[in-house]
């Protein structure tokens, strides 16, 4: 099971920020947040990581709580092409190391 | 700078067949996982390769399903005696490693439609 919970949808109006949220309540100390997201039945494409502090790239920002229990992925200027379901992730540990548990996201819609 | 590279795009089966999904990762990168999505799904992880071993696959079905990632060539998802059920999109990743802060990188995916 996912360990991240997300909205079901968002509606963004083109050219504001569009603000994602996630809870994360369970996330343990050494475990990354990823963000992705999948347009229109794509291969879902990488956005950022962080484990505790802010990181900012190109695409977009993402804001951790001191808590890590939850983070907001900010994309600043939302265009039209960015509709698309955003997968936020927490890195699960187990014998082998990594996997990612794909949640069902939130579709964001980014409207004229 | 390529990147995750699947071949075909689309496939279709008839039941009973047998389907052959590759994956070219990443250059440098010797770590591939795969993915199902069934429409109107998120990602299902499957198995997780490295050249030569098989790492994880406790999302991997029982059976027909197996993975294989040879020393040389791309990796292979094969499944035996397709069935309708089987229908979805089979994504491919690879990361350059495997710790925690190793990012995946996806393919375009292949969909497969079992008629």
């Known amino acids: 099971d996912a360990k991240t919970t997300q909205p079901t949808s968002m509606d963004c109006a083109e050219g504001r920020a569009a603000n994602l949220p996630c809870n994360h309540s369970?996330?343990?100390?050494?475990?990354?947040v990823y963000w992705y997201r999948q347009i229109h039945s794509q291969g879902p494409q990488y956005i950022i990581h962080?484990?505790?502090n802010n990181e900012t790239n190109e695409m977009a920002s993402l804001i951790i709580t001191e808590d890590r229990k939850s983070s907001t992925l900010i994309l600043p200027h939302a265009t039209l092409r960015d509709t698309a379901v955003y997968y936020c992730i927490v890195r699960v540990r187990d014998n082998y190391g990594q996997n990612f548990v794909f949640g069902p996201g939130t579709r964001l819609s980014v409207l004229p | 700078n390529a990147g995750v590279m699947q071949n075909p795009r689309h496939l279709v089966r008839r039941r009973g067949q047998e389907a052959r999904l590759r994956c070219s990762p990443m250059k440098g990168h010797s770590h591939v996982y795969w993915y199902r999505q069934l429409p109107e799904e998120g990602l299902k992880f499957m198995v997780y390769l490295q050249k030569e071993n098989i790492i994880d696959e406790s999302g991997m079905p029982k059976e027909r399903f197996s993975a294989e990632f040879p020393k040389e060539g791309p990796s292979i998802l094969r499944i035996q005696q397709v069935v309708r059920g089987d229908s979805a999109a089979y994504f491919c990743?690879?990361?350059?490693?495997?710790?925690?802060?190793?990012?995946?990188?996806f393919g375009p995916g292949t969909r497969l439609l079992v008629l």
């Open positions: 990743a690879s990361s350059l490693g495997a710790d925690d802060q190793e990012t995946q990188y």
């Open positions: 369970t996330i343990s100390g050494n475990e990354y």
């Open positions: 962080g484990l505790k």
